[in-house]
Nanobody
Framework: VQLQASGGGLVQAGGSLRLSCTAS????????MGWFRQAPGKEREFVAA????????YYADSVKGRFTISRDNAKNSVNLQMNSLKPEDTAVYYC????????????????????WGQGTQVTVSS
């Protein structure tokens, strides 16, 4: 199983970026896909997740209303549209895949996800 993340970069505060995570190696129809981020000196934190089968979504409060997670079944990929970016959004962003339960709060736990992609750097300048 491989997850390939892309789309990071440098953007000014208030700008937008779109991250993509392409999955390969197995069928993810019963899985959830999540995005996490880790800033220097901080723990990895949950950003957003989506159920591959139902399309249900779950967001961290810090990004709700600014970020949108979506899936593209044809491309076997998950996207994270990030708008109104803030300097505090600066971090390495990781995509992950795992068998999620109906309990949404579990989607925010890194232990839910068995597969992780490499990170992509997002830097927001003030």
């Amino acid at each position: 199983v491989q997850l390939q993340a892309s789309g990071g970069g440098l953007v000014q505060a208030g700008g937008s970026l779109r991250l993509s995570c392409t999955a390969s190696g197995r069928t993810f129809s019963h899985y959830g896909m999540g995005w996490f981020r880790q800033a220097p000196g901080k723990e990895r934190e949950f950003v957003a997740a989506i159920s591959w089968s139902t399309g249900s979504t779950y967001y961290a409060d810090s990004v709700k209303g600014r970020f949108t997670i979506s899936r593209d079944n044809a491309k076997n990929s998950v996207n994270l549209q990030m708008n109104s970016l803030k300097p505090e959004d600066t971090a390495v962003y990781y995509c992950a895949a795992g068998a999620v339960s109906p309990i949404l709060s579990s989607w925010a736990m890194p232990g839910t996800y068995a597969y992780w992609g490499q990170g992509t750097q997002v830097t927001v300048s003030s």
